[in-house]
């Protein structure tokens, strides 16, 4: 007679059976109910075979898709992440230019300053020497009123 064993299943809580036919057994005590039998449990091993391999295969689906949503919402998050980086790029090739045409307006006004006090510096040689000509000349007006008035009250 055969007998009867359970084996465990991996991840699962539930069992396989498997029909383990005893050397005791012999040909002639196998007759048809104990093939109907034998087929019984052939095809509730199959059935559960196929039950399982459906869990598999719906597992393995599933998998699959929440791979691909995963996939899908990383390739958003990259792209994302990408465009945000351009931005900034964008931002600071522009902050930069604003920096290279602010440091262009500082050396003009600096420019501008230092013509201004060159300027300014010219001016003030040339009044110096505007005063002290106005001075001369004073002197000159001076020297001559003198001797245009002694030159008079000589005559007089």
Known sequence: ????????VLRETHSSKALVVSASDRAEDCDGARTLQLV???VESMQELRARAEHISARAS???RLTH???AQLQAELSKAREDAR???????????ALAQ???ELREA?????EAEMATQLADTRAE???ARAGKLEFYLKKIDGYLQARLTALA
């Open 1 to 8: 007679m055969a007998d009867l064993i359970r084996l465990p």
């Open 40 to 42: 019984e449990h052939a």
């Open 62 to 64: 599933d998998l699959i």
């Open 69 to 71: 949503r995963e996939r």
């Open 87 to 97: 931005q900034w790029e964008r931002r600071a090739e522009d902050a930069e230019r």
């Open 102 to 104: 602010v440091s262009l």
């Open 110 to 114: 600096d420019l501008a300053r230092r």
């Open 129 to 131: 020497d505007a005063e």
